[in-house]
């Protein structure tokens, strides 16, 4: 099966500091995904990519889409205490079935 | 808009129970739902692609007489797990594809065995 590698697995912050993380797979994926989960809530979908190169911004966050069609990150600037949370990457290769990383909890110290 | 309702939000049952879990799309209709299964301080993990109209797919391991799934709308699936035991208890979280570019999450439903 598809493997999907998420970047780093925790990240202690201060407010303020800029925050990556990203994703790699085995293999090639059409559709890139970055979600938020809050624990005891289903994750909230940030950022969707569709092209090779695409680069998209949500207010303080940019997710890009690589070239190689294998990895995307996620970045946060200025982060703030409510950004606190465990991302979630997801890709897709077909449009109907998504693999999703393993994640990456982030804890921003006001 | 994209708006996933799941209903209950929690629920605590007897051993030998079934539970069922409904995944409501609010404001569009989706061709395809997946329900997840999560443990805690884990990803998630898909159980199951169900397509409105047709039987669900299930991912290896994840037993189709236990978990039964039925997409009767483009609105509506649902989650039936039958004679719930202790080591059911999980997180179960259902999404609802647009167009088959995402997937848009319910709240989740936490459904503990006793």
């Known amino acids: 099966g598809q493997q999907l590698n998420q970047s780093p697995q925790s990240m202690f912050i201060q407010e303020g500091e800029d925050v990556s993380m990203n994703c790699t797979s085995s293999s090639i994926f059409n559709t890139w995904l970055w979600y938020k989960q809050d624990p005891g809530e289903g994750p909230v979908l940030l950022i969707a990519?569709?092209?090779?190169?695409e680069l998209t911004s949500n207010g303080r966050l940019t997710a890009q889409f690589g070239i190689t069609r294998k990895d995307s990150f996620l970045n946060i600037s200025a982060s703030i205490p409510s950004d606190v949370g465990i991302y979630f990457c997801a890709g897709s290769d077909n449009f109907n079935k998504f693999y999703f990383g393993s994640g990456t909890k982030l804890n921003v110290k006001p | 808009g994209a708006v996933v309702s799941q209903h209950p939000s929690r629920v605590i049952c007897k051993s030998g129970t079934s539970v069922k879990i409904e995944c409501r799309s609010l404001?569009?209709?989706?061709?395809?739902m997946f329900w997840y299964r999560q443990f805690p301080k884990q990803s998630l993990m898909l159980m199951a692609t169900s397509n409105e109209g047709s039987k669900a797919t299930y991912e290896q391991g994840v037993e189709k007489d236990k978990f039964l799934i039925n997409h009767a709308s483009l609105t509506l699936s649902t989650l039936t797990v039958t004679s719930a035991h202790p080591e059911d208890s999980s997180f179960y979280i259902c999404?609802?594809?647009?167009?088959?570019?995402?997937?848009?999450f319910g709240p989740g439903t936490r459904l503990l065995v006793l």
């Open positions: 404001d569009f209709q989706a061709t395809t």
């Open positions: 999404s609802a594809s647009v167009q088959g570019k995402t997937q848009y």
């Open positions: 990519l569709y092209k090779a190169g």
